[in-house]
C-alpha cells in the first residue's frame, strides 16, 4: 500500500543516524576463535527487538571483518614496540678466485669464505620510534570506534525494519477491518437489491468497493512480507525461517513525551559520538606524525657488534685452524648526523602540519550535520505530533460520520456514492493516524538516542 512505501521512504531518511540499545557495543573481548566460531546465541521463537540485535552482533559480517581490522591494528602495536629491539643476523660470503698467473708458491684457483653474526641497535633517532607506538595505539581505538559505528549502524537498520513490520502488521489489520466492512455492506445491498430497495448498479459500486478493499488488503499483507524479509536479510537468517517478532503496544505517553532542548542534544551527542571521538585521535596522531617527520632533523645514535671469522684455501692452515686463527669480534658506536636531504624532511614536515589542517574541518563538517540532523529530527517530531493530535480527531469526526451514513443508507437516505466515500474516509483516517504514530515514535526515540546514546524498545 501507498501508506506502507511512504513510511518506509520516511524510515530511509534516517539511514545515517545511529540507534543504540541496552548498551550494545562493538566486542572488545577479539580474538580469532571469537571471529570463526559460530554464534553461541540460540534463536528465540519470538523476537525482540534486543534478540534481533543481538544476534545481528554475533553473526553480521561488517562486524566480524571490523573485528579483523582491531586484530590487525594489534599487530601494528606490536610491530611499533618490536622497533625498539636489537637486530640480530648471521651472513656468509663464498667465493672463487683464478690467477692465469700465479706467482711462484700460489696456486692457480683460491677458495675464499667468511662466517659473521652481526647485532645493531638503534639508541635513539629522534623518538621517531616512540611517536609510532603511540600512534599506533591510537589507530587502534579508531578501528574499535569504527567498530561500535558499525554496531550502531546495525541497530538502526534493525529497528527501522522492526517498526516497518509493526507498522505493516497493523495496516495488514485496518485492511481487514475495512474489508469487513465492506463486506457486510455489499451483503446487505445485494439483499436490497433483491427486495427492490436498492439497484443494480448500486450494488454494483458497493461490490466494486469491496473488491478494491481486498485488492488493499493483498498489498498491505505483500507489504507486511517484504518488511518480513527485510529484517531477516538484517539478521542473516535462511530463506525458509520463518521470522516472528514480539508485538508492542506504543501508548499516547510515549508519543507525546517531553523531549530536552536541542542544544541540550547536541552538546551530549558531540561528547559521545563515536564519529568525534575518532576525529578528537585524528587530533593526536595529526600531532604525532608531525613529530615523526621532525625526527628526521636530529641526529641517530646506533650501537653496532658481531661475532667473525673466515677461510682462505691459498693459506697454509686447515679450514679449522684458519677459522679459529681469524675470529674476530667487534664492537662499535656509530652517529649520524643529516646535514642536507634535498629538502625531504622539510617537505615531510609541510605535508604532515597540512594534513593535521583536517582536523578542525573534519569537526566543523560533522558539528554542521549533527546540528541539521537534529534540527531536522525536531521538526519532524513536533509535526508528527501535531497529525497525530489532529489524527486523534479526525478519526472520532469520521467513524462517527461513516456510522451515520452506514444507518442512512440502509434507510435509504444517501446514494452509494456518499457511502463508499465514508468509508474511504475513514480508512484513509486510520493510516494517516498510524503514520503519524510510528514517525512520531521513530522521531522520539531518536532525539532520546542523541540525548543518551541509548534507545528501547519495550
Known amino acids: 500500500m501507498k501508506k506502507s512505501l511512504y513510511l518506509a521512504f520516511l524510515l530511509s531518511m534516517f539511514s545515517q543516524i545511529n540507534m543504540k540499545g541496552e548498551e550494545f557495543s562493538f566486542p572488545t573481548d577479539i580474538n580469532i576463535e571469537k571471529i570463526t566460531e559460530s554464534s553461541p546465541i540460540s534463536m528465540p521463537e519470538v523476537w525482540s527487538f534486543d534478540d534481533c540485535v543481538n544476534w545481528a552482533i554475533a553473526n553480521n559480517i561488517d562486524i566480524r571483518s571490523s573485528m579483523l581490522a582491531v586484530l590487525e591494528a594489534d599487530e601494528n602495536i606490536g610491530m611499533a614496540k618490536d622497533a625498539f629491539l636489537p637486530f640480530v643476523g648471521f651472513s656468509t660470503n663464498h667465493s672463487f678466485t683464478n690467477y692465469p698467473s700465479p706467482q711462484p708458491g700460489q696456486i692457480n684457483n683460491a677458495y675464499n669464505s667468511s662466517y659473521n653474526i652481526n647485532a645493531s641497535w638503534t639508541i635513539w633517532e629522534g623518538n621517531a620510534r616512540k611517536y609510532r607506538l603511540e600512534s599506533s595505539k591510537l589507530a587502534k581505538l579508531q578501528q574499535q570506534l569504527y567498530g561500535d559505528d558499525v554496531v550502531k549502524n546495525l541497530q538502526l537498520g534493525i529497528l527501522q525494519a522492526y517498526l516497518n513490520i509493526l507498522y505493516a502488521a497493523e495496516a ?7 474489508l469487513e466492512v465492506s463486506s457486510a455492506q455489499a451483503s446487505r445491498t445485494k439483499r436490497l437489491m433483491e427486495t427492490g430497495r436498492t439497484s443494480r448498479v448500486d450494488y454494483a459500486q458497493i461490490e466494486s468497493q469491496k473488491a478494491q478493499d481486498e485488492y488493499n488488503l493483498v498489498q498491505a499483507k505483500s507489504s507486511y512480507n517484504t518488511a518480513i524479509v527485510s529484517l531477516k536479510n538484517l539478521l542473516n537468517l535462511g530463506l525458509d525461517y520463518n521470522l516472528q517478532i514480539k508485538d508492542v503496544n506504543f501508548s499516547d505517553s510515549q508519543i507525546n513525551q517531553p523531549l530536552p532542548s536541542k542544544t ?10 563515536p564519529q568525534f571521538k575518532s576525529n578528537e585521535l585524528n ?44 675470529f674476530n669480534e667487534n664492537i662499535g658506536l656509530s652517529l649520524s648526523v643529516p646535514i642536507y636531504d634535498g629538502n625531504a624532511t622539510r617537505r615531510a614536515v609541510n605535508i604532515a602540519k597540512l594534513q593535521a589542517l583536517e582536523y578542525d574541518l573534519t569537526k566543523t563538517q560533522l558539528q554542521n550535520e549533527l546540528s541539521q540532523t537534529i534540527e531536522n529530527l525536531f521538526i519532524e517530531s513536533d509535526n508528527a505530533r501535531a497529525r497525530y493530535e489532529s489524527g486523534l480527531s479526525q478519526l472520532e469526526a469520521t467513524s462517527l460520520s461513516a456510522e451515520l451514513v452506514d444507518r442512512q443508507f440502509e434507510l435509504g437516505l444517501v446514494n452509494p456514492l456518499e457511502l463508499l466515500t465514508a468509508h474511504n474516509n475513514l480508512l484513509n483516517a486510520r493510516l494517516e493516524l498510524l503514520q503519524s504514530k510510528y514517525m512520531a515514535i521513530l522521531s522520539n526515540k531518536t532525539i532520546g538516542y542523541y540525548a543518551t546514546s541509548q534507545v528501547t524498545i519495550p
Open 172 to 178: 495488514v489489520d485496518i485492511a481487514k477491518k475495512s
Open 283 to 326: 587530533k593526536s596522531i595529526f600531532d604525532y606524525n608531525i613529530k615523526i617527520a621532525k625526527s628526521s632533523y636530529f641526529p641517530s645514535i646506533s650501537l653496532n657488534g658481531g661475532l667473525g671469522s673466515g677461510y682462505n684455501s691459498s693459506g697454509n692452515n686447515s679450514w679449522g685452524s684458519q677459522m679459529k686463527n681469524f
Open 264 to 273: 541540550q542534544v547536541f552538546e551530549i551527542a558531540m561528547n559521545w559520538l
